[in-house]
């Protein structure tokens, strides 16, 4: 069951990110978080974050 844990993290966070990342750049509108620059980077660094542990998934299943 843990060998899913990461994987399942890094999409969260990859969707996630996808999604403050889109809201700070005022592409997806209707919240607090539209246009603003703050939820743009904390966006980024989710996804980045979110690659990361992908990355780290797939590398320890081979």
């Not at 844990?5 to 607090?32: D, E, K």
């Amino acid at each position: 069951m843990t060998r899913y844990v990461v994987p399942v993290l890094g999409v969260l966070l990859l969707a996630i990110g996808a999604l403050w990342t889109l809201q700070g750049a005022n592409v997806v509108g209707g919240s607090f978080m539209s246009g603003s620059r703050l939820w743009l980077v904390i966006g980024m660094v989710a996804l980045a974050a979110g690659v990361a542990l992908l990355v780290r998934a797939v590398r320890a299943r081979r």
